[in-house]
Structures are given as structure tokens and as C-alpha cells.
């Protein structure tokens, strides 16, 4: 977790704000190392935000006598760390929750899954981007999580000429207006990277699929998926990489499981980040989750974040995915459950 | 400024909306005050939205100036819990106005437990406690239990303290719990909550209205003190884990402006969202040492035929918490004892001085006000 502190007066905000008012000089931002329990409660009464009880509600400390609200489905002696080992585990997913600052999050949920990034790696973004509607709609990949994994990327010291943000339209939507109204080209911009439309590179053929040269060139693909209850969203998105017309084609052929596991084998090097900070129910309407999810298995990760969010419907292509079967690292899926849907 | 009238519906489940609620104290506080509306000169209301959102009504005041047929200014002043007394406090300070009608109503308890919870949480931070499962609860079970690590005291103190709130309210007409007793053994078998706390060291999420006319005409109760003040949200960024700094900030100014000092006070409506609150708020307040607030409730003082009874009402815990309401609920009761009107729950001898100290949220914001019987 991070803090913030005035260098002057000494007093701490856990709020992302850049100036002490008392003082108005620069605060400085400073991490939590070490957290160990202070106090904690055991909670037998469910709510709508937390509806599996019991749950352990603790005070934690850091090396800095930061205190912070922190819950656990697991007993913890006062006393003891909490801490979390990292896994080397292909189908994993990671759970981390957002508390103001994303690419910290971002951070957090690939350190968990042993995931580094080297300094002259080419990176490949590929945000989700399926409509021309304004941010808070959370259809497509909001402004402030791409903003997010770029300043992630910059402190790996990632050069912006290594970075690449595409996107590709698979209805008759321009990609360009997409892009404009969402806000993602105002981030592209800012940070100096150039955004590309997928339908207009080259394809390569890789088994039964076309594959576009641009993701076959990068080091690693970011699958940027804005999550959705009762969606597969993570595993939609990454169909954007081929070329449309061979999706289509393929769909009549063979099931989306298979086209998801066949591309799957074919994107080794692909990650995907999950954004949950506010999600779309199936209504459409959005909830604060204030999430995020991590894997390089977005089958995986899709079914995790809908047993999360308690769907109570979900895509054939994740249904028969059984959430005990796969390997979760960070927050437990009882301690992040949220019953959004009668919220 | 002096009280003129008050008014408070009976604490309760009932279905009447929440205007009601706010009409029905507000005609009684009236008639107390031998007055009609056209006498009031603005009103100062306090109130949350409903859990359900089925009564969502975010213009509340101009609903309040048709139900009263005035165009007088409508003030709405919400501070969760701890609404009613800030709105309280907010009134004294409009001298421009002879009669100020301060008024607070809610119809809360509308649905399941877990969505009338959850809504309650929202007086939480959002994203580092509310998710990390900071109901309050379970953050007053943090604060209670570092006050035990550090002082020493027990549940059996808090199970006093609801034992002795319980005994009140069965005595108040308009308790949720008038003429139902607890026993002291069923308080301390009460299922856990969140622990330590139990469900009967809860206050009672209920509905109702409250309302208090202040007037610059002389009356038989006048307000000698009036102590607001607010502490960080995030609760355990606090300094103090194990006291409530807002509420000793407030205490010290109403003190100071009364020119009094605790141990004049001859009766008090503490906040008692939990019991360990008010145990906490004993010391808070300067009516027990920090650490010896545990000596007070078992020396039986603060018992209603003691030397400074505390909630005679029966406090939050039993006569009810309807939220922005229990700052004004409070009043009602310290005007009716020093009018010495409360019947069975009377407070002997007639107190001259009372006190009412109001919590918003976990200690986020906290007024104290100080009220004298006036010789006539």
C-alpha cells in the first residue's frame, strides 16, 4: 500500500494528492513494506458488499506505524505478517485490489505471478475498445487504467517507441471514433504512442488462424480486458487480434472454446490485466469493485471474475470451468466476493 | 439561545414515510411551543436517503416547504449519525433568525438486513475500508478491543451498559423497547456480531422523527454550550486509536462556553452506537479518567437512580437509532428531564444541567451540547 507524506509537517495521506495543504510544498510517496496484525474482528453479519461470513477484519501496521483496514478470509494472530508467496503457475490468476493507484495494483498482481518485464521489451497493448461511449459507461478500457499500465510500463523504464496500442473494430464502428469518445486516444497521445487499427496490418497464418503480424512481432501482448459480469471479456478481447474476417469464418467451423485455446497456444506471450475498479452489470448498469485480475490464462481469469461478482449467468466458453480448479494468488475469491447483482 | 418546543414521534418499524415522520414531531414541537408555523423563521433539517432508495428524495427541503406551506430558508444538514446535532449546532449560529424549527426524520429501516447494513457502510471511506470490511461493527470491535489491550476493561462492562440502557428504555413510552426488559445473563449470551461485540452491544437501527424549536424568547431551557468539531474518516489513521478526539475537542468547547466543568452535570444522553462507545465517551467527556471509564458503570453512578444518570432514555441501544434523528432524540429527552416531565424515568433530583453528545460515523464528526433549567 502506498502513502503519501509531507516532508515538511510529517502528516500522511493514503489519498493520491500531491500538495500538503498545510504546508503546500510536494508530498512524498512512500510504500508499505511489511504488514502485520494489530488487531482483528471476526464479522458474522453479511452484507451486500461482503456476503460470505465469517470474515476477519483486521487493523494492520506497517515498518512506518501506518495503520490500515485490511480483511482476510484466513485467521491471523495478532502479531503475525500478512504476506503473500508469488506463483510460477501458467494458468494462475491473481486477485489485487485497487486502492487509488492502478499501476501500483498493476505491479502487485504481476510480481504475484512472477511476471518482469525486460527494459528493451516490445509491448503490444491491447485495450478493450468496442464502442464510441464516454469512459463511465466502463464499456470499453477506461482512460485512467490504460494511463495506469503506461506509467507501469515507463518505471520499468519501457521507451514509449517500444510501446504499441491497437485495436480493431468487429462490427461496422469505426475504430477512430471508438477510440476518440472513450478517451483512449487522448491517452495515446499524451504519452506519445501512436495507436494502430489491427484490421489494417498484415496477417499471418498460424494453424487455422490469422494472426496479426503486429502481435506476432511483440515481445508480449497486454490484454487489456474491461471486465463484465456474465461476460467472457478478457477472452473476447483477445479474438481482436485476428483478422476479422477469419474470426467470423472460424466461429462457423469451430466453437470459441476452441479458437480461444488454439490462439491461446499461439500467444504465448500474452498477459492479461483485468480491470475491475468499476464494472458493467448485465443491466448495464456500472458498480465500484475497486479490482484487479492478472493471468496469462484469460479462460481462467473470466471465470474467476465472474465467481467473484456472483454471475448468475455466464458464456458456454467459461460455464464448465471450475473455479476450485484453478490456482488463485493475492485476495481469495471470498474476500473480494461482491453480490452485485442485487446491489 | 433557549429551547421552546420539542417533539418526537415513537421510535418504531412503521411503514409512514419519512415525512411524515418529519410532520409529526415537527406539529408536536410545535404545540410544546405554543406556536404555528408562521412563527418559525427557517428550518434546519437533517436526514440520509433511505436504504432501498424506494423513498429517494434528494430535495428534501422544498418537500418540507410544502408540507408546511412556508417559504421560509429550509437548511438540510447531513452528517450521518451525528446529523441531528450538527443541524442543532448549525441553527444556534443563524442569529439572524427569532425561531429556528430544527427538525430531523428518517424511515431507515426499509429492508434486509444485509442491504440496510451495507447502506450504512457507506458512511465509510469507499475504497481502502469499506472493501476491506469496515462495517461499523467491526470497526468499533477494533477500537474496543485496542482500548482493552490497553486499559484492561471487559464485556462485562459493555454488558452492563446495555443492561442499564435496556432498563430505561423499558420505562420510555417512546423507546422501541418500552415495557421490554432485558436480562443482564441474555445480554451476555448474545450472538456474536463481530467480536468482540455482540448484538446486544448494537444500538437498534429503527425509524422516526425529532424536532426542537430554539427561540431568542427566554424560556424555561436555555443552551449554555455548544462544542462541534471532526476527526479523520479513515479511522485508524487516527492518532488515538482508543478515544475519540472529536468528541473531546467538542466537550472541551461547550464546556468552556458554559463555564462548567463535567462534574456539574447532573444528567447525560451519551452516543451509544455501541456500548463500548459510550465507555469510551465517559472518558471522552471528562466524566471518568482515561482508562477508569470501565469504574463508572459498575460503581452503578450512572444508573437512572444514581448520581448522574446516563441515557435515561434508554440511549441508542434500546430506545432506538434512527440516524440523523438521535441528535435531536437526545435533546428531546435532556429538555424533558430538566422539565422534569419524564414520569417513571425521571431523573431525582431534578436535574438543573444536562448534556447530549451526538456521533457521526466512527467518530468522524461529534457535536456536545449543554443545556440549563432556567428559574423562573
Not at chain 1, 289 to 306: E, H, P, Q, S, V
Not at chain 1, 320 to 343: A, D, H, L, M, S
Not at chain 2, 142 to 168: C, P
Not at chain 2, 317 to 344: D, F, M, W
Amino acid at each position: 500500500m502506498n502513502f503519501f507524506k509531507c516532508p515538511k509537517c510529517e502528516r500522511r495521506w493514503q489519498y493520491p494528492i500531491r500538495l500538503c495543504p498545510h504546508c503546500l510544498v510536494d508530498l512524498e510517496k512512500s510504500k508499505s513494506e511489511k504488514m502485520t496484525v494489530v488487531a482483528s474482528s471476526k464479522a458474522m453479519i453479511p452484507t451486500i458488499m461482503h456476503p460470505a461470513v465469517p470474515y476477519f477484519a483486521h487493523i494492520i501496521e506497517d515498518e512506518n506505524n501506518n495503520k490500515y483496514a485490511y480483511k482476510t478470509v484466513k485467521e491471523y494472530k495478532i502479531g503475525e505478517e500478512i504476506k503473500y508467496e508469488p506463483v510460477d503457475d501458467k494458468d494462475a490468476v491473481a486477485i489485487w485490489r485497487i486502492k487509488y493507484d492502478i499501476s501500483d495494483a498493476i505491479k502487485s498482481t504481476l510480481q504475484l505471478l512472477k511476471i518482469d518485464f525486460a527494459e528493451n521489451s516490445k509491448i503490444l497493448i491491447l485495450p478493450t475498445l468496442v464502442s464510441p461511449n464516454h469512459a463511465y459507461f466502463r464499456e470499453n478500457t477506461s482512460p485512467d487504467f490504460l494511463a495506469g499500465v503506461l506509467q507501469f510500463l515507463f518505471e520499468k523504464k519501457i521507451k514509449p517507441e517500444n510501446i504499441k496500442i491497437a485495436a480493431q473494430s468487429f462490427d461496422e464502428t469505426p475504430i477512430e471514433a471508438s477510440a476518440q469518445k472513450s478517451g483512449l486516444l487522448d491517452v495515446c497521445m499524451k504519452n506519445n504512442i501512436a495507436p494502430l487499427d489491427i484490421a489494417k496490418t498484415n496477417f499471418v497464418k498460424q494453424g487455422n488462424l490469422e494472426i496479426s503480424e503486429e502481435i506476432t512481432k511483440a515481445d508480449i501482448v497486454l490484454n487489456l480486458s474491461i471486465l463484465k459480469i456474465g461476460q467472457a471479456a478478457s477472452t473476447e478481447n483477445i479474438f481482436k487480434v485476428l483478422k476479422k474476417e477469419n474470426y467470423l469464418a472460424s466461429k462457423y467451423l469451430y466453437s470459441e472454446t476452441e479458437i480461444a485455446n488454439e490462439l491461446m497456444g499461439n500467444l504465448a506471450n500474452t498477459i492479461t490485466i483485468g480491470e475491475a475498479e468499476v464494472i458493467q452489470r448485465p443491466d448495464k448498469l456500472t458498480v465500484f469493485m475497486g479490482l484487479t485480475l492478472a493471468g496469462k490464462n484469460y479462460l481462467n481469469l473470466d471465470r474467476i471474475f465472474n465467481e467473484i461478482s456472483m454471475a448468475k449467468a455466464m458464456p458456454k466458453i467459461i460455464e464448465e470451468i471450475r473455479p476450485e480448479n484453478i490456482k488463485t494468488v493475492g485476495r481469495e475469491i471470498k474476500e473480494v466476493q461482491y453480490n452485485i447483482n442485487v446491489c | 439561545m433557549y429551547i421552546k418546543g420539542v417533539g418526537m414521534t415513537k421510535f418504531d418499524y412503521s411503514v409512514k414515510p419519512w415525512w411524515l415522520f418529519a410532520y409529526d414531531a415537527a406539529i408536536e414541537a410545535l404545540a410544546d411551543a405554543k406556536m404555528n408555523i408562521a412563527d418559525i423563521d427557517a428550518i434546519v433539517f437533517s436526514s440520509i436517503s433511505s436504504a432501498a432508495g424506494g423513498e429517494h428524495q434528494t430535495h428534501k427541503v422544498s418537500f418540507l416547504s410544502d408540507l408546511f406551506k412556508t417559504n421560509v430558508p429550509i437548511i438540510e444538514i447531513p452528517s450521518v449519525c451525528g446529523g441531528g446535532g450538527a443541524a442543532f449546532w448549525t441553527a444556534l449560529h443563524l442569529d439572524e433568525y427569532d425561531n429556528v424549527l430544527v427538525l430531523a426524520a428518517e424511515k431507515f429501516a426499509d429492508n434486509k438486513s444485509d442491504t440496510v447494513v451495507d447502506w450504512i457502510l457507506s458512511a465509510a471511506e469507499k475504497v481502502t475500508e469499506q472493501t476491506e470490511g469496515m462495517l461499523f461493527p467491526t470497526q468499533n470491535a477494533l477500537v474496543w478491543q485496542k482500548y482493552m489491550e490497553k486499559y484492561g476493561a471487559t464485556m462485562d462492562d459493555l454488558s452492563l451498559i446495555s443492561f442499564k440502557n435496556h432498563s430505561n428504555a423499558a420505562l420510555n413510552p417512546k423507546a422501541y423497547f418500552y415495557k421490554k426488559p432485558i436480562d443482564l445473563e441474555k445480554i451476555k449470551s448474545s450472538p456474536v456480531v463481530a467480536s468482540p461485540l455482540r448484538l446486544m452491544d448494537c444500538s437498534l437501527s429503527v425509524n422516526g422523527g425529532a424536532a426542537i424549536i430554539i427561540s431568542k424568547d427566554e424560556t424555561d431551557v436555555k443552551v449554555i454550550g455548544s462544542g462541534f468539531a471532526t476527526d479523520y474518516l479513515l479511522t485508524f489513521g487516527r492518532q488515538d486509536l482508543t478515544h475519540f478526539k472529536a468528541t473531546q475537542l467538542a466537550a472541551k468547547k461547550a464546556f468552556e462556553q458554559a463555564g462548567i466543568t463535567p462534574k456539574d452535570v447532573n444528567v447525560a444522553e451519551i452516543h451509544d452506537a455501541f456500548t463500548s462507545v459510550e465507555l469510551i465517551s465517559y472518558e471522552d467527556l471528562g466524566f471518568a479518567e482515561a482508562g477508569k471509564g470501565n469504574e463508572l458503570i459498575r460503581s452503578g453512578k450512572i444508573n437512572l437512580d444514581g448520581e448522574m444518570p446516563i441515557n435515561p432514555s434508554g440511549g441508542l441501544k434500546a430506545k432506538g437509532h434512527p440516524i440523523s434523528v438521535t441528535g435531536l432524540a437526545q435533546i428531546y429527552e435532556i429538555v424533558n428531564q430538566l422539565r422534569g416531565n419524564c414520569e417513571e424515568r425521571q431523573v431525582k433530583p431534578e436535574p438543573k444541567i444536562g448534556l447530549t453528545h451526538n456521533i457521526g460515523g466512527a467518530g468522524g464528526s461529534v457535536t456536545v451540547h449543554i443545556f440549563e433549567k432556567v428559574k423562573k
